[in-house]
C-alpha cells in the first residue's frame, strides 16, 4: 500500500466524525476506535492504532489446549462451575502468589472473575456498601476509564489525586488528607500504570497499605500488567525481585490479576481477585442489606460475584490453571507477550521523541519509567490534548487523550504500542516526520 | 450400594445441619446442596437430589466442536470480542427468533451474556434506572431466587404478585393495580415456571405487553427454560407452535434465552438477551447519570454489560451460534435434554402422587401442567414447607421450598428431576413409599 499524502484533508474527517455523531476532541476509547475504522475506509489506509489497547499477540498454547482438555475430556460445558472457583486453580494461584508476589495466602484467598473487568467491578461493589457513608472511592489517577463507569453505576462517588505531582511521601499525605474526610471507603490504583506506565515504588506500597489499614479502606489494586516493568525481571519463580504488591503490606488489600496481558489472554474473559485473608474473615454488618451477609469473603463470592454471572466460565480456569502451572515451573515462554510490548514501546516512544514529543508523565520518582503497554506523550505548542489528538488523525495516528482517562494534564495524550508491529515501524517515522515538518517545535497556539 | 434403613437418625442429621451452621428450615439451595454433600457422607449412602436445578446430560457436540474450532483456527483467546457479540451470533440468534418464536428483531436485538444471570441482572439494572421514581420490579411469583438478590445488590424495591391466585384476567388486573401506585419499571417472570412449571398463556402475554407499552414499564422475560412446556412441539423451525413470547405484544420486551437448560450448557456461561427494536432505539434521560447516555440500547451494552464483564467469552459465542444453526436447520438433535427432563418429570412426579403428595401449581387456567424441569409438592398433614424438606431429608430425598423462591405457598416443596435419571426410579419409589408408610395421608400436625 503506497502512503497517501499527508496532513488528510481536514474537512473529510470532520465529516466523518460528523456522520458517526462523534465529537472527535470527546471521543471514547470506543468512539475513536470506529471513526478510525471510518477512516481507514475512507482514505484506504491503515492507521498506526494506537488508541486502543489490545493484546495483538497470540495465546500461549498451554492454555488453549487445557480449555480444550476441559471441554473434550473433563467435560466441563454443561455443568456449574464452583461459584468461587475451580479448586485446582485456586491451588495454583496461591503458588502463583507465592513465588511472584512473595505473599502467601489460602487457595481460598483466590477467586476467579470473568476478566479482571469484573473483578475490579466487584470489588468497588464491596467497598462502597462495606460501610454505611463511605461511598466514595479515591483514585490514584490517571487510570483506567472504565473504573470510573463503574463507579457511576454502582452510584458510588469517584475521588481523585494525579501521579503526575504526587508521588512519595507527596501521594501518602495527600492519600491520607483526604481520606480524613471520613467518606472514603477505598483507594484503588494500577501498576503499572495505565496510561503512564509509572510503577508504584515498594514504599509507596507500603505507605498505602497502613493508611487502608488504619482507616479501615480497601486497596484495590490493579495489576493488569504484572510484572511488566521491564526494569526488574520479575518472572524468575521464588527469586526476587517480586511484583511490588499491596498485598504485601495490609490486611484490606483486593489485588486484581488479569490473564489479558501477561497471558495474552482477553477474549476468554479470566482473571483473579486475591483477597487478603484477614479481610475475607472480616465481618462488615452494613453489607447485609445489599448482600444478605456481614461476611466480607462470603459478600464477594454469593452477594456480588453469583448474581452478576452465576460462575466463571470453565474451560477458561483450566486454561488459565494451565499458563500458572507453566509459570510457577518455571517455564518463561509463557511470559512472552510482555518483552514483545516492552522492545516496541522502545522503538516507538524514540519514535516520537526524536520528532520532538515529550512524555508528559516521564519519571518513578528519580528513575526513568520503564517500556511498556503505554506511554503518554505531549507536543510543544499544544496545549489541549483533544487538538493534538485531531491534528495527528491527520496524519494517520491515532490516540486518546490523558484528560478522558482522569489525568490532571490537559496537554497529554495515552499512545498504546499493543497494535503497531514491527512492520510499522518506518510509517510511524515518516508520519511523524510529516508532523514535526509541518509543526516546528515553538510555542504557538495550535 | 445397599439402601440404608430410612429413616435416618434425625438427631445426626440435626448434628451435621449444626456443624455447618445451617438452620434445615431455612437453608438457601447452595447450603442445602452443602448439607446433603455432608449427610451422603455421613450416612454413606446417595440422595435422590431435588435441590438443585443443575443440567445433567452433556452438551451436544456440535456445540463443543465450535468452541474448539474457534479456539485452534479462529484464535479468538487474545483479543477482545466485538461488545455487542460476534456478528454470526448476532445473525444466527435473530433467525432462531423468527424461526422459533415468530417474531421479526435485526441481528442488533440479540445480545449474548455471560448466561441468563448476566442479562437478567442487565435488564433489571436497566430497569429501575429508565425512570428516577420507579424503582420496583414487580415479580410474578414464585421464580428464580436469585432475580430477588439481583434486585437487592442494585438497591432497588421488589413487588410480587403470585401466579397461585393469579391467572388469566385476574393476574392482568391484579398486575394493572400494582403498577397504578407509580413506582414499578418492569414486570418479570419466568415461563415455563421455575419452581412451578406454570406456562403463561399467549392471551396473559398480551395482556402484560400492552400493560408494560402502556404503562412505559419494562417486560422482562426469563425464556430459561424454551420450549420446554411438552404438552405442545415448539421445536420445528417456521412451523407453528412458536414458544409464546412477550415479544409478540409489546415494544418494551427483553427476553432472557439461557442454553443452560436447552443446550444442557450452563458451565460455559452463555445466554441471549433480546430486545424489542423500539426498546433499543427508545430514549430514557434518566439514565444517563448512572450509564453515561440516554439511549436504551447503547446503555445496555457499553453503559451495563461492558463494565460488568467487558464483553462475552469468545468461544462459547461460537459454540451457541453453532447449537442455533443446527437448530435453525432443522436437526432437532440439539434439543434432545429438554424431553429426556420431561420423560424423568412424568416418571417421578407420578411417583410422588402415588405416594400421597399433591402439586401444589397444578394448572396452566383449566389444562394440567406441562412436564419438565420442576414441579411442586406438598404432602397432606404438612402445612410448612420447611418441616416437610426437613422431614423427607430422613428418607433420603432434598428439595427446596417453594417460600425461599418467593411463592405465598408455605406449604410447598419444589422438586427439579434435572439429577435424578431412570437408574434412581426404584431408589425413589421405595423411599417415598417408606415416607408415606410413616405418615398416613391424614390431616395431622406434623
Redesign the interface.
Known amino acids: 500500500m503506497k502512503e497517501t499524502a499527508l496532513p488528510l484533508d481536514s474537512k473529510t474527517v470532520a465529516r466523518l466524525a460528523d456522520d458517526l455523531g462523534f465529537d472527535i476532541k470527546h471521543a471514547s476509547i ?1 468512539e475513536m476506535n470506529k471513526l478510525v475504522d471510518s477512516l481507514e475506509r475512507a482514505f484506504d489506509m491503515k492507521f498506526i492504532r494506537m488508541e486502543f489497547g ?6 500461549h498454547p498451554v ?2 489446549e487445557a ?2 482438555q476441559a ?2 475430556r473433563r ?7 464452583p ?1 468461587d472457583g475451580v479448586p485446582i486453580l485456586k491451588k495454583e494461584a496461591a503458588e502463583f502468589v507465592r513465588l511472584f508476589m512473595n505473599v502467601e495466602v489460602p487457595p481460598s484467598s483466590c477467586v476467579p472473575t ?2 479482571a ?2 473483578g475490579c ?1 466487584a470489588a468497588i ?1 464491596l467497598a462502597g456498601r462495606l460501610h454505611e457513608e463511605r461511598k466514595t472511592i479515591l483514585f490514584l489517577d490517571p487510570g483506567f476509564p ?1 473504573n470510573a ?2 463507579v ?2 454502582l ?1 458510588f462517588e469517584r475521588a481523585s489525586i494525579d501521579l503526575f505531582d504526587h508521588r512519595g511521601d507527596a501521594l501518602l499525605e495527600a492519600i491520607e488528607e483526604r481520606v480524613r474526610r471520613g467518606d472514603v471507603s477505598a483507594v484503588m490504583w494500577s501498576s503499572p500504570n495505565n496510561p503512564t506506565w509509572v510503577c508504584l515504588t515498594e514504599e509507596e506500597l507500603a505507605g498505602i497499605g497502613r493508611i487502608c489499614d488504619q482507616h479501615e479502606l480497601i486497596a484495590i489494586e490493579d495489576l493488569a500488567y504484572f510484572g511488566m516493568d521491564q526494569r526488574r525481571d520479575y518472572y524468575e519463580p521464588g527469586v526476587p525481585p517480586f511484583q511490588p504488591t499491596v498485598l504485601s503490606a495490609t490486611r484490606r488489600g483486593i489485588c486484581l490479576i488479569s490473564a489479558s496481558k501477561i497471558f ?7 482473571a483473579l481477585a486475591v483477597i487478603s485473608p484477614e479481610l475475607v474473615q472480616a465481618k462488615a454488618p452494613a453489607l447485609e ?4 451477609t456481614d461476611r466480607v469473603g462470603h459478600a464477594f463470592i ?3 460475584l ?11 480456569q483450566y ?1 488459565l490453571q494451565a499458563l500458572l502451572r507453566a509459570a510457577n515451573s518455571g517455564d518463561r515462554s509463557v511470559f512472552s507477550a510482555a518483552s514483545v510490548y516492552a522492545e516496541r514501546a522502545k522503538a516507538v516512544k524514540s519514535a516520537f521523541l526524536k520528532s520532538g514529543f515529550r512524555l508528559v508523565y516521564d519519571k518513578d520518582l528519580d528513575e526513568p519509567l520503564s517500556d511498556g503497554f503505554y506511554f503518554t506523550i505531549s507536543y510543544p505548542g499544544f496545549d489541549e490534548g483533544s487538538d493534538l489528538v485531531e491534528r495527528l488523525l491527520l496524519y494517520g495516528i491515532s490516540a486518546i487523550t490523558l484528560d478522558s482517562t482522569g489525568s490532571c494534564r490537559r496537554e497529554g495524550l495515552r499512545a498504546c504500542v499493543s497494535m503497531i508491529d514491527e512492520s510499522r515501524f518506518d510509517a510511524l517515522e515518516q508520519r511523524l516526520a510529516a508532523f514535526h515538518r509541518d509543526h516546528p517545535c515553538r510555542r504557538s497556539t495550535s
Open positions: 470506543r489490545i493484546p495483538g499477540l497470540e495465546t492454555g488453549i480449555e480444550i471441554l473434550r467435560k466441563v460445558s454443561h455443568r456449574y462451575a461459584f470473568v476478566g473487568m469484573q467491578f461493589a472504565v463507569l463503574q457511576r453505576f452510584g495474552s489472554y482477553a477474549g476468554q474473559r479470566i442489606e445489599y448482600y444478605g454469593h452477594g456480588i453469583y448474581p452478576m454471572t452465576a460462575c466463571v466460565p470453565e474451560s477458561p486454561g
